[in-house]
């Protein structure tokens, strides 16, 4: 059994790890303090170590530097709640082999771990492959353990163009918007083409800096800039023979956009620093919420890159367009739920039911994930009831805007039929007319317009109103308290 040393001052965050990596089949070692963690490192002999960054004593920088002097074929991995890339890239260069930030992801400190301890030891190892912060990781799940694929007609059609183009060499650019499941969408491609039993690494465009971007993609040789100590392995290389999936690619930096024009062309790649081709056997699939070709004609996309990456498409509808999934996919998240609470809850009331299905999740199945994930921790009985889902699905649902869902084929009513909706929408119960309540009333029916006018994406409300978002969730929350709403 693998042994990890866990070094956090908050003992809670070292219980959620210790239980969390004991099912995963880990030894669990924690200790508190960074001088003692040194002083026990010998007899602990840890195979991965993670550390918190802010320590009582000290900061994890400096366990870091000590750690790499005493063991430094042990990885390391930081995890802070402070998301910085100069932080990031300072102690990437002094040999740690991740950066993570809090909030803490079962999934992805999982993926990092397993990554880390797939290395194999040398007695002069080189940096270890990293990817910047919030950069997606590979995984060693199977796709079928982590996804899972809708009944509704729009699934069927993306099924069976995944089935058409998997076996092919294809380059692939997967549209819709975030949360929506692109990344599901190219795993399951890769787990049907030829390349399944080699790697299928994942990269999120929009979380690299433009400084990180081409080191992160290609690689780059030691004392290729000021920083470079060791020799770097880049993703594209890490994936040969596989496939690479970069998630929105337009947000890829223009400039590194031209050396992945000639790995498209060509098939090859030069290291940052290097003086030598690396030849390479990859597929490439890519995702992006915006259109690429209106992004290239705006000229903040390279035009003859979207063509290369464009010898086939697929267009993954949004999940309020897909009413009839909702359930299904909000019954995979309940078990996986369960799977990490240690929890039985069976099934989701009649009432949560349609509130799911009427809602019209503009965050997709990563929103969903979410609500699930957090309905579930508050709920103690078989079924997860009404007070368990966030005040803003419930809010959003006591609008009625939405119209029938459609299930399997059948229409089924959300709600009692609503009446048409005019100028004057459905408010509290005002009896008193003094200024003070007509004043609550009119900023009602200023708060209803604007959630209208953004598609109840509350960031974009609380602009129109020229409040923060705190504020209009606070809002939410006090009219969500009459009964008339």
Same mark, same amino acid.
């Given at each position: 059994m693998q042994k990890i040393l866990v070094i956090d001052d908050d003992r809670d965050m070292c219980l959620l790890l210790n239980r969390f990596l004991t099912r995963k089949q880990f030894e669990v070692i924690e200790l508190y303090n960074g001088k003692k963690a040194i002083e026990y490192m010998e007899s602990v002999k840890p195979d991965l170590v993670l550390c918190d960054f802010r320590l009582e004593d000290m900061d994890g920088k400096q366990v870091l530097v000590k750690t790499r002097e005493l063991y430094p074929l042990v990885p390391f991995i930081i995890i802070t709640g402070y998301s910085d890339v100069k932080l990031a890239v300072e102690v990437l260069k002094l040999g740690a082999f991740d950066y993570v930030t809090k909030p803490v992801f079962p999934d992805e400190i999982l993926a990092s771990i397993r990554k880390a301890l797939a290395l194999p030891s040398s007695p002069k190892p080189a940096l270890p492959e990293i990817q910047a912060p919030g950069a997606k990781k590979p995984t060693s799940l199977k796709p079928a353990e982590r996804y899972i694929f809708g009944n509704s007609p729009e699934m069927k059609k993306i099924v069976n163009q995944i089935e058409l183009v998997a076996p092919t060499n294809y380059s692939v650019i997967i549209y819709g918007e975030s949360g929506s499941g692109k990344e599901a969408i190219a795993s399951k491609i890769h787990e049907q083409s030829k390349r399944k039993d080699k790697p299928f690494i994942a990269i999120d465009c929009g979380a690299l800096s433009k400084e990180l971007a081409g080191s992160e993609l290609f690689g780059h040789e030691k004392g290729a800039f000021t920083g470079a100590l060791n020799q770097k392995t880049g993703s594209l290389e890490l994936a040969d023979g596989g496939t690479v999936f970069l998630d929105e690619i337009a947000n890829l930096p223009y400039d590194v956009q031209v050396s992945l024009l000639r790995v498209v062309q060509e098939r090859k790649i030069r290291r940052i620093g290097g003086n030598k081709d690396i030849l390479l056997d990859i597929r490439i699939i890519v995702a992006s919420n915006e259109k690429l070709w209106e992004v290239a004609r705006n000229g903040k996309f390279r035009e003859d890159l979207f063509h290369r990456f464009n010898e086939f498409s697929i267009n993954l509808p949004p999940l309020r367009e897909r009413k009839g999934d909702i359930l299904l996919y909000a019954r995979h998240f309940l078990a996986l739920a369960n799977a990490e609470l240690g929890k039985t809850i069976t099934d989701f009331s009649h009432e949560v039911q349609q509130v799911l299905i009427n809602y019209s999740w503009y965050g997709n199945l990563r929103e969903l994930q979410n609500v699930v994930k957090r309905a579930a921790l508050l709920t103690d009985t078989d079924r997860i009831e009404i007070q368990a889902l966030?005040?803003?699905?419930?809010?959003?649902?006591?609008?009625?805007?939405?119209?029938?869902?459609?299930?399997?084929?059948?229409?089924?009513?959300?709600?009692?039929? @609503? +009446?048409?909706? $005019?100028?004057?929408?459905?408010?509290?119960?005002?009896?008193?007319?003094?200024? #003070?309540? /007509?004043?609550?009333? @009119? +900023?009602?029916? $200023?708060?209803?317009?604007?959630?209208?006018?953004?598609?109840?994406?509350?960031? #974009?409300? /609380?602009?129109?109103?020229?409040?923060?978002?705190?504020?209009?969730?606070?809002?939410?929350?006090?009219?969500?308290q009459f009964k008339d709403l």
């Open positions: 966030p005040f803003e699905i419930t809010f959003y649902d006591k609008l009625n805007f939405e119209q029938p869902a459609t299930i399997q084929g059948a229409t089924v009513p959300i709600k009692p039929a @609503a +009446e048409p909706v $005019t100028e004057t929408v459905k408010r509290p119960m005002i009896t008193d007319q003094s200024l #003070k309540l /007509a004043s609550i009333d @009119a +900023e009602y029916e $200023t708060i209803v317009k604007a959630l209208r006018q953004s598609n109840f994406n509350k960031t #974009k409300a /609380a602009k129109l109103l020229n409040i923060d978002r705190k504020t209009l969730y606070n809002k939410m929350k006090e009219y969500q």
